[in-house]
């Protein structure tokens, strides 16, 4: 990003329009999950804001409709609390195989035994504007404060903690005074806001799943996105085009847009040129579509090397919806801030590198994630003897997960 200069923003005082407890940042399946868990916190006054005007994020507003496994391939479930039960929300009454809307697999909805579940995974696809409409309906009926068309702008710190959330909305800067913030913006925006350590990286293509109708009249889910080890010369040791862009870049996330764009019409002329007729794209994704771009450098970094690795902080856990085996602890250290005493992550940009990366920024484990880090806001935002998220007392936290259907096994790491 190219800087001619620094102007100073004239300060103004900003109305303080609400006063909460905890406040989430971004309304992706992690914000969903942690408003959610953060709210049913007895006594807990959550505000969820995000920048669009619908739930899910990625997941609904990106159409990438399919809620990956709960399981770990091996036919254990991994994943329960509200990665269960939003799985369970999103699944709808009729099932549309050329729109990869399913139901939960039989074995896993009864009693199906370990080696049926081994062949199934605990997956569904869903519709995203019924989805985005539940959720909704959920956050509501658990009296969580929702704002739309409000974005995260900057954070005020006093004494190492955040006193308050300032965000763009219609009616100018606002700001929402709270105990304890929650980053589910997808790209660490609070974190890097706050001052923490944050990591980026490129390496994203082109990609859009779009629904179109084909020429019988039909509507159609295309998965369309470069593959994601793309060639970067062809059999002659030719240079390919080659597209990589970073998200925390305006103009490469501009750039990615427009690309991605340009491929899903050239992809309806290739759609028409193959079947004849007049195939008509008529819902492409209206956020950016990165997979991984910028995240927290937390205490403790997930890396391949944790797979099977307990870790005393255990907070939730999760399979890897690429391969049958691996199951992987998510532990406070890699979601809490490390200079903030009351931020922590959720979703994609909590601290994961590499591959172990590509494994928890999935729908499932950003559910989890979620869960895991609103409750955590709530305790810490409702108890006025701890300051940080390290001052709470894990085999509480623990416990009030497991009692809320949360998977929390060292036997599954065994
Ligand atoms: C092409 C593609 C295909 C994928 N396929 C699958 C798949 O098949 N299955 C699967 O499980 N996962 C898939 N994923 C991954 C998955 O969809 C996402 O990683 C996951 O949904 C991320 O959830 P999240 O809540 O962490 O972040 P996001 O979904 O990115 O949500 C972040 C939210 O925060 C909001 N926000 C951001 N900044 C601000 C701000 N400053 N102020 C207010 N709001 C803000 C955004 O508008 C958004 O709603 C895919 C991803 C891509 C890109």
Excluded at 16 to 42: M, N, P, S, Y
Excluded at 134 to 158: C, G, Q
Excluded at 244 to 262: C, H, I, M, Y
Aim: hydrophobic share 40%; proline share 3%.
């Amino acid at each position: 990003m190219k800087v001619f200069g620094k102007v100073q923003e004239a300060r103004a005082d900003i109305p303080v329009i609400g006063e909460f407890d905890v406040v989430v940042v971004g309304g992706g399946i992690a914000g969903v999950a942690a408003a959610l868990a953060a709210a049913r916190v007895r006594g807990t006054r959550v505000c969820l804001m995000e920048k669009v005007c619908a739930l899910g994020g990625l997941a609904t507003v990106g159409n990438v409709i399919i809620y990956l496994p709960l399981c770990d391939g091996k036919g254990r479930q991994v994943i329960g609390g509200i990665g269960e039960e939003l799985l369970r929300l999103s699944v709808d009454e009729v099932e549309v195989p050329n729109l990869r809307i399913s139901k939960v697999p039989a074995c896993w909805d009864g009693n199906g035994t370990v080696e049926e579940r081994s062949k199934h995974r605990f997956r569904v696809g869903f519709n995203p504007i019924t989805f985005e409409y539940k959720m909704e309906r959920l956050l509501l009926k658990n009296h969580i404060t929702l704002y739309y068309d409000m974005r995260f702008s900057t954070v005020v710190k006093k004494n190492g903690s955040i006193t308050a959330v300032i965000a763009e909305s219609k009616a100018g800067r606002v700001a929402l005074s709270c105990k304890a913030v929650v980053d589910c913006s997808g790209e660490a925006d609070v974190c890097r806001e706050s001052g923490e350590k944050t990591v980026s990286i490129g390496g994203n293509v082109r990609c859009g799943w779009y629904y179109y109708i084909d020429k019988d009249e039909k509507v159609q889910l295309r998965c369309l996105t470069d593959p994601l080890r793309i060639r970067k010369v062809d059999e002659n040791g030719n240079r390919l085009k080659y597209y990589s862009f970073r998200g925390d870049l305006p103009e490469q996330v501009t750039a990615q847009v427009l690309e991605s764009r340009k491929m899903m019409m050239e992809d309806i002329e290739k759609i028409r040129e193959k079947d004849g007729g007049n195939p008509i794209p008529i819902m492409s994704p209206t956020i950016s579509t990165f997979r991984m771009s910028r995240r927290l450098a937390a205490k403790v970094t997930l890396k391949e090397s944790d797979d099977h690795r307990w870790f005393d902080d255990t907070l939730g856990m999760t399979g890897d919806w690429r391969k049958a085996g691996p199951v992987f602890c998510l532990p406070l250290r890699c979601l809490a801030a490390v200079k903030t005493a009351n931020l922590i992550t959720a979703g994609r940009c909590l601290s994961s590198m590499g591959d172990t990366w590509d494994v928890t920024r999935v729908i499932p484990t950003c559910a989890v994630s979620g869960e895991a880090a609103g409750i955590a806001a709530a305790f810490l935002a409702t108890n006025d003897e701890c300051r940080s998220f390290f001052d709470l007392d894990i085999p509480t936290l623990q416990k009030y997960i497991k009692r809320h259907n949360g998977i929390i096994d060292k036997g599954l790491v065994r």
